[in-house]
Every structure is written in C-alpha cells, then in structure tokens.
C-alpha cells in the first residue's frame, strides 16, 4: 500500500525557516517524481514544487522560487522541503504528492500544518 | 505561467442529477489535464486524468472530455458521496496549476 507520512509542520515567526518532510512506503520511491501542494484550510489547491526521480531537476511556483528548496533522499524513501523566509502567504496544510507521469498526481499524504504568525 | 479556470465556483443539484464542471486553461494542454475531488478534511482524489480516462477503481458515472484548453468533467447521476470540491489540474508544463475549484452542493 502506497503511504505517504508528513511531518515537520509548526507554527514559526515571520521571516522564519522550516522544514517538511515526507515518508515514503508501498512503492519504488527512486523512479517517481515528487512534489508538494499546499492549500489555505478553506481554500483552494496550490501547487508549489516538484522534484525528478533523482533529484536532479527542480521547479517551483512563482510565489516560492528563491525561498523553499525540494530535495529528496532515495536511500532513506523520503522528500523533503526547506521553507525560509516564511511569510503570513506560506501558512497552509503542505501535501506530499506522488506524481505518475501518465496520470499525474496519483498519490497524497494527510499533510502536515504549517502556520507563520506573530 | 498556465492559468487555470473553472466553472461554476459552486452547484448546487440533487441526488440523480446530471452536472457538468468545465474547465478553461490559459493556453493549450493538449490532453494533460486531471480532475480530482476533495472531501472536508481529506486530501484530494484523483478521478480522471489525461483529460478523459478514469482512474482505477473510480466509478464510471464520472467522465471527462476535452482537449486544447477547455475540458469538462461530467457526473451522470449525482450520488449522495458525490458532494465534495472538484478541482482540474494540468501538467502540460514545468509548473502545474489548480483549477480554483467547484464546490458540489446538496440542492
């Protein structure tokens, strides 16, 4: 069975740092692409990064890039995302998310909960 | 960046309906368009990918079709675990992109 387990999400400061991480089982973790998605509880889906299977190649969303880096680890099954910078915008639930080229985001955690505020 | 916009932003219909949700993108996608549903408080499914197939184990009164840059998603006859939030998603390029949501309510 495919799982992906959150973790890492907590309530920082404006202008803090964080870092997600994301357990991966029940699948081949190094011939997938990773990403993660956030959405504000109430609101809609945004999609914010993702990672190849080797963690060569990169891409984020405009209102990230320069401040949260993806990176994975294929010995230990885990994706990661490093989070500065932090601002009000960032606070959201963080969904890790399998993407099957075919059919794209196939698989998603529970997510974990980040919150930046004063 | 690929803009993605749906429509209706909610709808409202009743058990045995048949709805529609479409979905208009900035710039072409040719196919690579999904649909997912969300439920409150749970992570999103996905229902249909590469525009118009249905994924493993969803049932067949869900549909989609479409190509280029609009698509819709069609529920033959609504059922009552159908009430949920639909959201298109493409990945045609680098950076994927939402659709801002359909909230399917109970008429």
């Known amino acids: 069975e495919v799982q992906l387990v959150e973790s890492g999400g907590d309530l920082v400061q404006p202008g803090g740092s964080l870092r997600l991480s994301c357990a991966a089982s029940?699948?081949?973790?190094?011939?997938?692409?990773m990403h993660w998605v956030r959405q504000v509880p109430g609101k809609g889906l945004v999609w914010v990064s993702r990672i190849n299977s080797d963690g060569v190649r990169t891409n984020y969303a405009d209102s990230v890039k320069g401040r949260f880096t993806i990176s994975r680890d294929n010995a230990k099954d885990m994706l990661y995302l490093e989070m500065i910078s932090l601002t009000v915008e960032d606070t959201a639930l963080y969904y890790c998310?399998?993407?099957?080229?075919?059919?794209?985001?196939?698989?998603w955690g529970q997510g974990t909960l980040v919150t930046v505020s004063s | 960046d690929i803009k993605m916009t749906q429509s209706p932003s909610t709808l409202s219909a009743s058990v045995g309906d048949r709805v529609t949700i479409t979905c208009r993108a900035s710039e072409s996608l040719s196919r690579w368009l999904a649909w997912y549903q969300q439920k409150p408080g749970k992570a999103p499914k996905l229902l249909i990918y590469?525009?118009?197939n249905l994924e493993s184990g969803v049932p067949s009164r869900f549909s989609g079709s479409g190509s280029g840059t609009e698509f819709t998603l069609t529920i033959s006859s609504l059922q009552p675990d159908d009430f949920a939030t639909y959201y298109c998603q493409q990945y045609n390029s680098d950076l994927y992109s939402f659709g801002q949501g359909t909230k399917l309510e109970i008429k």
């Open positions: 998310v399998r993407e099957n080229l075919e059919t794209s985001l196939d698989y």
């Open positions: 029940g699948f081949t973790f190094n011939i997938f692409w």
């Open positions: 590469k525009a118009s």
